[in-house]
């Protein structure tokens, strides 16, 4: 099966942009002994937008990519990706690739029975979240909000603007007249809203972030096939950072989540010819 991969490897971490950093933060505190490169394609985000068959070629672009980087896992760290080409690349990998649909699920019927879900357009589009938990509690009732402004909002650094409470009040509203007792943060890029979020739900809502819940999988997974790195050597692991668009503006962005600046390289992904 996965012979050519070797523990010592990097976990491959995609998202379109500075989203996926909330489940780089938890292969950290996870996964401490891994070395990680994170792309972001930063140069087509938001993926909320884009229709399934964009979404499923830049997921290919993407996975040969990081392929050739010799990568012994792949954690599509990004909801839309997930509910759009997990079960479609799968197959044409000979790597463990994982999403955060199905963890964010169970996550959340473990919590609550009136789960609320915000994702982008195109996850509340695909109904994944909403088959995902109702297979996993025929009982459980979902409401769903995509948010279109949240990705640009977080990745123009606008965290703490007033417009952002706003609109976030918008989006929140027929899901606390809903009554809902859980709140899936369906997008990777709404951790870094959660302070935000907090301030507008009422506090017996519980919050569910499906990163920390992907990345106990990946932890499991790598057990399971003799993936894990074991060396402790804290100067061994490292995580590398590239990206589609403009190098610059994402270490500038990231600073804020990572304390620090990140060394960014750009990538130019080769299109792939797509068997239809
Ligand atoms: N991080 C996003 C992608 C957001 C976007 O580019 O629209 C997700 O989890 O869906």
Redesign the pocket.
Known sequence: MFLQQEARFPIGVF???V??LTVLQEVHRQLPNESVVYFG?TA???????SPAEIIEYVYEILHWMQSEQVKMAIM???????LALDIVRKDFDLPILG?ILPGARAAVGKGKRIGVI?????VKSEAYVRAICESDPQAQVFQVDC?EF?PLI?SDRINDPYTLQVAKDYLQPLVEANIDTLVL?????PHLSGVLRQILPSHVALVNPASYVVRAASQELDLMGLRCLDNRSDRAETRFFVSGDPDRFAQVSRRWLGKSPLVEKVYLSPVELLS
Do not use: I, M, Q
């Open positions: 998202d379109s942009g989203g996926g394609d087509r985000l938001p993926y909320g937008k884009r760290a990004c909801n839309t990706s997930s509910a955060l994702a982008t357009t195109a996850t279109p990705v990745e369906g997008c990777t890029h709404y």
